[in-house]
């Protein structure tokens, strides 16, 4: 993914935004299904992990 860069007083033509909000709600999409994955492995992880009984 490149990079955008906005000088002061740049505006984008219709289609342009139409394209950048597309590209940036499909990168949302991507990075949220990650975030799942992630939290999905973490929670397997964790739950097999048993806590050690404290001996008094």
């Known amino acids: 993914m490149g990079f955008i860069k906005f000088a002061k007083g740049t505006s984008l033509s219709d289609k342009d935004r139409k ?3 597309k ?3 499909d ?3 991507t990075l949220q ?3 799942k994955e992630i939290d ?3 929670k ?3 739950g097999s ?3 050690a009984k404290k001996k008094t």
């Open 40 to 42: 999905a492995a973490l």
């Open 44 to 46: 397997v992880v964790g």
């Open 19 to 21: 394209a950048l909000q």
């Open 23 to 25: 590209l940036l709600t």
């Open 33 to 35: 299904a990650a975030v």
């Open 49 to 51: 992990k048993k806590k």
């Open 27 to 29: 990168e949302r999409k």
